[in-house]
């Protein structure tokens, strides 16, 4: 953009009053301040454009620039003072914008298109999944052929035109002399160190104080309305730095009470058990104004045992997965951050290391690659004796290009029949990956009335499909199951509902293609809901769950076998008591008494939400001071060296 300007008859007047070529401008001072200001216009620009891409529009745009709070203009002092350093360091003036430009239009623009799909914008933890977006880059191609066309040719046309406008900018913009140079670098370097106080958001800064800006890490995307884009993926970059809860300590871990918490015992008969999260399932007749037939799930609705309130939409299964196994919670994690590949880096007590304690086979089933979520990894950390993917799985039939939840199933009946030892199974599906794509399916079963156009009427086809095809696959597992000798518990829920774009919008379901994180009870739940199955082939459905949180899946799963256990149904039982969700934004009591941002009123925190809290910190970050309290099965493996 600035060669082109260069190349222009104004842009030439105006680099030669920079340079001193023309008389009026041969002052050093009036050339230094024709430099800043021309840069300033530069940051002006960039920040303006940031906004418009990432808040898809020029809402709050003018608002955020003139905010009394000063967002916009420390933005703006912030780039100029960094492109005046670039300059120094590169000894061209202006020839930082070529830098600085693409550094924070390119993340914007991925932002934009990451909101399409997510409810969330850009965060710098993004980019330690991008081998995941890299893999699922065939179906997003196949989903949308032209917009993957344009977006190459875009990539390709920009590349090529940055390269040159480098060439034209090294040969043509105005040189900076070494003691121009060192006089900026020696006035802006430090500036810019100070700015970077204000990354750090869990400490205080003297600057981040007088220029009024205020990082929102409780509520993400305030925080990126309020501060800018760019402020705020500042102020998500420490986010693998995990603080300490007020008042953490040994004195507070020690405080938490053991007692009632139920000794160590388990059923005479130990039950197999299958634990099943399926990808993206939902029940798509909640959608308005739309008539399905025959019912896409009657299986699973016949054994439903309630609902799990997803924290995630549209994606980021992992997390999702993380509270399941593990009984903890991201709410007490930065928002944004993915445990499974920021903060596992060790053993950690998991479902998988309580059955190992019992004597149980413990395996984990994916049939997708072990890398994607750190999956190879973080199984290992948690204890699993075996995690089979697609690498090492035999040949599964596929639905578009997933592996189908049927040929999923048959392999854990087929493993399952070669055990002569209780077995925890935990699966993983994929057929219900998206995006869906027209004509997935050889043939869609499920008639759709309703007043949709033909491309929402494809998409929601396809998805209802696969629906159907893992009603049918839970029916078969668990027709199997029935004719078991020994006790078969599977668990089944939705890891979060499917990204349907604008399905959810022209049913009049949601107001927008994502859901929304902060709202009423009513909203949030409608939201976040997925299915829930707890069935045994001997005792049936476990009935009259509610809408639990994935943390609190432990406690039912092993309440439902007739396990206790000091953590999973001593600790998490009292949480399950008194609360069924546990979100960033608010806690949710039984009665459904919503408890708004209470990350906010730390000096009104329930005591068993701060325990619950301390017990999460120092298991993952502290010195698992309480782990032999609250997990004896994982200290006696972990002492065995198993």
């Known amino acids: 953009m600035i060669a082109l300007v260069m190349r222009s008859a104004a842009a030439t007047r105006v680099a030669s009053l920079s340079t001193g070529v023309r008389g009026s401008a041969r002052s050093p001072a009036i050339r230094t301040a024709l430099a800043i200001s021309l840069s300033a216009l530069i940051a002006v620009f960039a920040t303006v454009a940031v906004e418009i891409i990432a808040r898809d529009g020029l809402a709050d745009v003018g608002e955020f620039l003139t905010s009394p709070a000063r967002p916009g203009i420390t933005t703006v002092a912030m780039l100029t003072v960094l492109m005046l350093s670039l300059d120094a360091a590169l000894g061209r003036r202006f020839i930082s914008a070529l830098i600085v430009l693409p550094l924070v239009v390119v993340p914007a623009i991925v932002s934009n298109q990451k909101q399409h799909y997510l409810s969330d914008p850009l965060y710098p933890s993004d980019v330690l999944f991008g081998r995941q977006i890299m893999e699922l880059l065939p179906v997003m191609v196949r989903d949308r052929p032209w917009t993957a ?61 007088r220029l009024q800006v205020v990082p929102m890490m409780w509520d993400q995307k305030e925080n990126y309305r309020s501060n800018g884009f760019i402020l705020a993926f500042i102020f998500n970059i420490p986010m693998a730095d995990v603080a300490a809860p007020a008042g953490f300590g040994a004195q507070a871990l020690d405080a938490i009470p053991g007692r009632n918490y139920g000794y160590l015992s388990g059923p005479r008969e130990k039950p197999d058990v299958i634990m099943l999260m399926s990808e993206s399932f939902w029940d798509p007749t909640r959608l308005r104004n739309i008539i399905m037939s025959p019912d896409p799930m009657p299986n699973i609705r016949a054994a439903q045992s309630g609902y799990v309130f997803s924290p995630e939409f549209g994606g980021m299964t992992a997390n999702v997965e993380f509270e399941a196994l593990t009984g903890f919670s991201n709410a007490f994690l930065p928002y944004g951050s993915i ?52 690498e090492t799985l035999p040949p599964m039939q596929k ?103 604008n399905v959810y919008m022209a049913t009049g379901y949601m107001p927008d293609q994502v859901a929304t994180r902060k709202a009423s009870v009513s909203v949030m739940k409608q939201e976040h809901e997925t299915p829930l199955v707890i069935w045994s082939n001997k005792k049936g459905s476990k009935k009259d769950v509610g809408t639990i949180s994935p943390s609190l899946l432990p406690y039912h799963l092993l309440k439902f076998a007739g396990f206790e256990h000091p953590y999973y149904t001593g600790f998490l039982g009292r949480v399950q008591k008194k609360y069924s969700v546990i979100d960033r934004y608010q806690l949710i009591a039984r009665d459904n008494a919503p408890s708004p941002d209470w990350v906010l009123k730390p000096k009104n925190l329930d005591p068993l939400v701060r325990d619950y809290r301390y017990l999460q910190h120092d298991i993952m970050f502290g010195k698992a001071e309480t782990l032999d309290r609250f997990f004896p099965q994982h200290a006696w493996l972990y002492a065995q060296g198993t």
């Not at 940055?162 to 370097?189: D, E, M, N, V």
């Not at 007590?349 to 990894?377: D, V």
């Not at 578009?400 to 993983?428: C, Q, W, Y």
């Open 149 to 209: 066309v344009a977006m190459l040719v875009g990539i390709t046309l920009s590349v090529a035109a940055i390269a040159a406008l480098w060439h034209f900018a090294w040969r043509h913009f105005p040189r900076l002399s070494k003691t121009t140079r060192l006089r900026h670098l020696c006035i802006g370097l430090p500036v810019v160190a100070a700015f970077g106080t204000l990354m750090d958001y869990s400490k205080y800064s003297y600057i981040r104080d």
């Open 339 to 390: 445990p499974y590949q920021q903060y596992i880096r060790g053993n950690l007590p998991s479902l998988a290391t309580f059955f190992r304690g019992e004597g149980y086979a413990a395996r984990s089933l994916h049939p997708f690659s072990g890398w994607f979520w750190n999956r190879n990894e973080v199984y290992k950390d948690f204890g699993f004796e075996q995690f089979r993917s697609e």
């Open 399 to 501: 639905r578009g290009i997933f592996a189908s939840d049927e040929s999923l199933m048959k392999e854990i009946m087929n493993e399952a029949d070669g055990l002569d030892r209780p077995f925890f199974f935990f699966g993983v599906t994929l057929q219900g990956h998206g995006p869906y794509e027209p004509n997935r399916y050889a043939h869609n079963s499920i008639d759709i009335q309703g007043n949709l156009n033909d491309a929402d009427r494809a998409t929601l086809a396809t998805y209802t499909q696969g629906i159907k095809e893992a009603d049918d696959s839970l029916k078969m597992l668990m027709d199997w199951a029935k004719k078991r000798d020994r006790e078969t518990i599977i668990v089944l829920w939705g890891d979060h509902l499917p990204p349907l774009g």
